[in-house]
C-alpha cells in the first residue's frame, strides 16, 4: 500500500493485488458500488486509520472516499475529510456496548443464548442467509467474557457496520430473545 498526502484534507491511497486480498476488497465490488463493497471499504479506512497517522481524530464514516479499481487488480482511493472539524473526544467510554452473535444452527443460538442470558440485555433474533444472528446489549464489562463464550458457539462481532447490515438485511424473528430462546432449552 502506498499513500500520498495530496492537502491537509486529501490522501490518495494505492493498493495493490495483495493489499485488496489482505483487506477482503473486491474490485468487482468497486465497480458494483454496492452494499458489500461500503461495508469492505468501511472496515478498510477502521484499520486504515488505526494503522496510520492519517486522519486519527476522524471517524471512518465521516470521511468521503472514491475507489476506482486499477487494471492490476488493484485499486486507488481518494479520501477527503471535506475540510469538516474533528469530532469532540469522548472521554467517557459507554457503561454498555452492543454486540452480535452469529451461529449456523438454530440449536447453536439457543444455547449460546442460555448460557449469556444473565450477562446481556435489549436482545433480538435476526434470520440472516447462512443462519441466526443475536445482536443484545451488555456492560463492557462482561465482554471478553461474552466474546469467549460466543466463541465456542459461533462467531462474535461488536463492529457497527456487521451490526447495521444484519439490522437492514436480516429478517426480525423475535425481539427479548435471551430469555425466549434460553426458555427452549
Known amino acids: 500500500m502506498y499513500y500520498d498526502t495530496l492537502s491537509a484534507h ?3 491511497i494505492t493498493l495493490t493485488r495483495k493489499d485488496m486480498s489482505e483487506y477482503s476488497i473486491k474490485s468487482e465490488n468497486l465497480r458494483a458500488r454496492n452494499s458489500e463493497s461500503k461495508r469492505s471499504l468501511t472496515r478498510f479506512l477502521e484499520r486504515f486509520r488505526t494503522e496510520s497517522s492519517l486522519f486519527p481524530d476522524r471517524s471512518a464514516d465521516r ?9 492490476d487488480g488493484g485499486c486507488v482511493m ?6 469538516v472539524e474533528p469530532l469532540p473526544d469522548s472521554k467517557e467510554d459507554p457503561q454498555t456496548v452492543t454486540f ?3 451461529a449456523e444452527s438454530f440449536g447453536d443460538i439457543s444455547r449460546l443464548a442460555a448460557c ?3 450477562k446481556a440485555a435489549s436482545s433480538v433474533l435476526y434470520r440472516v442467509a447462512g443462519g441466526w444472528c443475536l445482536i443484545a446489549e451488555a456492560p463492557r464489562a462482561e465482554l471478553p467474557l461474552l466474546s469467549r463464550l460466543i466463541g ?3 462467531e ?6 456487521d451490526i447495521c447490515c444484519t439490522r437492514e438485511h436480516g429478517t426480525l424473528i423475535c425481539s427479548d430473545a435471551l430469555q425466549t430462546l434460553a426458555g427452549l432449552i
Open 63 to 71: 470521511l468521503f472516499l472514491e475507489a476506482f479499481p486499477s487494471e
Open 116 to 118: 449469556i442470558a444473565g
Open 156 to 161: 462474535f462481532s461488536d463492529d457497527v457496520t
Open 152 to 154: 465456542e458457539f459461533g
Open 100 to 102: 452480535m452473535a452469529a
Open 78 to 83: 481518494y479520501v477527503s475529510t471535506l475540510g
Open 10 to 12: 486529501t490522501v490518495k
